[in-house]
């Protein structure tokens, strides 16, 4: 699994949820080693975010370096939830913060009905990573139309699309906001549209991720791999690479730099 002196950030992953309850610490730890320069552990509520820092502190003193980062946030299909954003702001202040999330809108497990407070608690995100000048990771499921319709509301300084899935389209729009797009294992299934995204997105503006434990890539996933982990993110390296026709070395190189220019890692 080594990647012989080539590294990659995973920029989202789930440490901190149920699947990693028994053994975060063991798969950070084989992350690490495989090549896995950092990761970003982001939450979804106030509870999976302050485990996010405590499953972050605990990783980072067990490997005895900062290797472990954290957003913090409420995901859209936990808009209820928006009471506990107070909470949220509280946490936003700890040293391993780097990044407000994921917020955004999601009509593929809420109804559309919901949209007004998804937005309201999407801009209440935002306005806290401007405050804090850090950048806001932005959750988008069947939603394109909703977001174009309040472009001119989404003021974020800095931004990503984490796990893309939108058309060409929606993803020239985020780039020209000048925000970043981020891909996961949903490129390695065969998608032509994120083929024509993949293309069409300079190098510069793209991160990886695995969204751990979700979104587990191919091959490993028609083996039979039910549970997606830091170091597999080179799958998406890999075919991120393939179809831009580049060496897998370049796309290490920029996409680690880019995440560590986004979220400002030391």
């Not at 989202?12 to 495989?34: E, G, I």
């Not at 003193?61 to 506990?84: L, M, T």
């Not at 949903?186 to 032509?192: C, D, E, L, P, R």
């Not at 990886?208 to 170091?231: H, Q």
């Amino acid at each position: 699994m080594i990647f012989d002196q080539m590294q990659l950030v995973d920029t989202h992953c789930h440490l901190n949820f149920k699947s990693f309850r028994d053994d975060y610490s063991s798969v950070a730890k084989k992350s690490k080693q495989a090549g896995i320069k950092s990761v970003v552990v982001i939450g979804s509520d106030y509870q999976t975010s302050l485990k996010a820092i405590e499953v972050a502190r605990e990783i980072n003193n067990e490997v005895g370096s900062r290797w472990a980062y954290v957003a913090v946030g409420i995901h859209p299909i936990h808009f209820e939830n928006d009471g506990d954003f107070i909470e949220i702001e509280k946490l936003a202040k700890d040293e391993l913060v780097v990044a407000i999330g994921e917020t955004g809108l999601d009509f593929y497990r809420c109804k559309r009905s919901v949209f007004p407070r998804q937005k309201e608690l999407m801009i209440k995100h935002i306005d806290l990573a401007n405050s804090l000048n850090i950048p806001v990771i932005f959750h988008n499921r069947e939603a394109d139309e909703e977001f174009a319709s309040i472009w001119n509301e989404i003021k974020a300084k800095k931004a990503v699309f984490h796990c893309f899935s939108s058309d060409h389209n929606f993803a020239r729009e985020v780039m020209e906001k000048g925000y970043l797009i981020s891909f996961t294992g949903n490129i390695t299934y065969g998608n032509k549209k994120l083929k024509k995204v993949i293309k069409r997105t300079p190098i510069e503006r793209i991160m990886v991720e695995t969204d751990a434990p979700y979104m587990v890539p191919e091959p490993l996933r028609s083996k039979g791999v039910k549970k997606n982990e830091p170091y597999m993110v080179l799958e998406v390296a890999k075919k991120i690479a393939l179809e831009k026709n580049i060496d897998i070395s370049e796309v290490a190189k920029q996409t680690t730099q880019n995440a560590i220019d986004f979220f400002n890692l030391k």
